[in-house]
């Protein structure tokens, strides 16, 4: 069991963050509406990478390996606008900040047209995390449910802007409550897929 004084000091590492992140956060969800008529998104891809980031500190899963990189993946659909949108959003933030605790970060993009190559890519290429971008319900039907599939026997921990699809299997959702930043875990879905989180973050975090 953790003691008390160890659980204040994990949330006196994280919640900093969290206050930083939301004193941002209003002006970013104005100017994504703005940008992106089609679709409105709670936290830009640049602002759920960091925060991405900062939960890495709380998963002991990928620390146990020695790793030479971070490798990432990113599904995505071609023929969705915004989904590509989200996808090339998400490439840039990680090409600012290509590298998370001295390890340099990879990116593979998957593309839900190609599902025939997810096995393959998934058994050949040491992936750890797959970002879903936005799919249109077609595709959330058809090819979420494959792919999480996959996620589960290869232990590729996903995550998400899109929160719904938390509850479809998506281990963990990046989003907004009450303008503050929240984070949302299906943790039977996350130990599926391999994630060992810390007490702390659960606790911080909204449990499906």
């Known amino acids: 069991m953790n003691s008390p004084t ?21 002006g ?25 980031q900062k939960i890495l500190a709380f998963d002991r899963s990928w620390k146990k390996r020695n790793l030479a990189e971070l490798h990432l993946a ?11 949108s989200i996808k090339e959003e998400f490439s840039a933030a990680i090409k600012d900040r290509a590298q998370i605790e001295s390890l340099p970060v990879r990116l593979t993009e998957m ?31 058809n090819q979420l449910k494959k792919i999480l599939a996959l996620c589960n026997e290869f232990k590729v921990a996903t995550f998400t802007g899109e ?11 990046l989003g907004v409550a009450e303008k503050k930043p929240q984070v949302t875990i299906n943790l039977q879905a996350a130990r599926k897929q391999g994630l060992e989180l810390s007490s702390q973050l659960l606790r911080m975090s909204s449990i499906k």
């Open 6 to 26: 160890k659980g204040i000091k994990g949330k006196s590492l994280f919640w900093p963050f969290f206050f930083l992140l939301s004193v941002h956060i209003s």
């Open 28 to 52: 970013q969800f104005l100017a994504a509406q703005a940008g992106k008529s089609s679709r409105q998104y709670a936290l830009t891809p640049a602002r759920q990478y960091e925060l991405f």
């Open 74 to 84: 990113i599904l995505y659909e071609i023929n969705y606008e915004l989904s590509r």
């Open 111 to 141: 593309a839900v047209e190609e599902a025939n190559l997810w096995a393959q890519l998934f058994s050949q290429e040491k992936i750890f995390f797959l970002y879903i971008a936005p799919l249109r319900p077609a595709a959330q039907k």
């Open 163 to 173: 929160t719904e699809y938390v509850d479809l299997g998506v281990a963990i959702g």
